[in-house]
């Protein structure tokens, strides 16, 4: 089965400080996401990488930046974090062959940004 | 510019019954319909899914219905069971220009009573 595992399940930060949220895969798979759901917004797309050091800009990337230095870990960096990026973030990851046709989500990072 | 609507937000249902949860999307260029199924505490999970060359797609007691004149996707759950107790969202996909990026609805809260 594939795995894709977030560091950590719930994290508590102060207005201000950088923040790390780290997603790994099992499965080789090129591809590598990060979302943020919000209640009644859904999921919505913040980064993701198709490549070791590349990165695309998804829909709500301010405020956000990414870094992919190996093909199975990318994390996502919160420069100065501010109360509006409380949130859950999710990671998800696809082998690029079947063109995301199937995403494979961790089970979250609940921030909370005080 | 709400490119997926889902609806409703959120259903109960009875034990037994029949759920029902549609999605309307406007991009005419969208090929590959899934929805995802969600747990608390969990990442989504594809849950089944339709490309637009057929008008059903069933896998046991869910069943995807799709209608590419209304540009409407809809998903049933026969004999609903406490089990599916879960947010489910449509997601539809765009393949084209290498972009091959889903488009998550809001999400809709199902409540299986027994």
């Known amino acids: 089965d594939v795995k894709v595992t977030q560091s950590s399940r719930y994290l508590v930060k102060r207005t201000g400080e950088k923040v790390f949220l780290e997603c790994v895969q099992d499965m080789d798979h090129e591809n590598m996401f990060w979302y943020r759901q919000d209640p009644g917004l859904g999921l919505r797309l913040i980064y993701f990488?198709?490549?070791?050091?590349?990165?695309e800009k998804g829909d709500i990337p301010e405020g956000y930046s990414v870094s992919r230095e190996k093909k199975e870990r990318f994390s996502l960096i919160l420069e100065s974090a501010s109360t509006n990026q409380t949130s859950m973030y999710l990671c998800a990851s696809s082998p690029y062959t079947t063109l995301n046709e199937k995403l494979f989500f961790g089970s979250g990072t609940q921030l909370s940004v005080l | 510019q709400q490119q997926v609507k889902q609806s409703p937000q959120s259903l109960i249902v009875q034990k037994g019954g029949i759920s029902i949860i549609n999605c309307a999307y406007e991009n005419t260029a969208f090929d590959y319909f899934p929805w995802y199924q969600q747990f608390p505490g969990k990442g989504p999970a594809l849950l089944i899914a339709i490309r637009p060359d057929v008008s059903e797609k069933k896998e046991g007691r869910f069943t995807i219905s799709f209608n590419k004149s209304a540009k409407q996707f809809s998903l049933h759950i026969m004999d609903s069971q406490p089990g599916d107790s879960a947010t489910y969202f449509c997601a539809p996909l765009y393949s084209g220009a290498g972009s091959y990026q889903l488009t998550f609805g809001k999400g809709t809260k199902l409540s299986v009573i027994p």
């Open positions: 990488s198709y490549d070791v050091k590349m990165k």
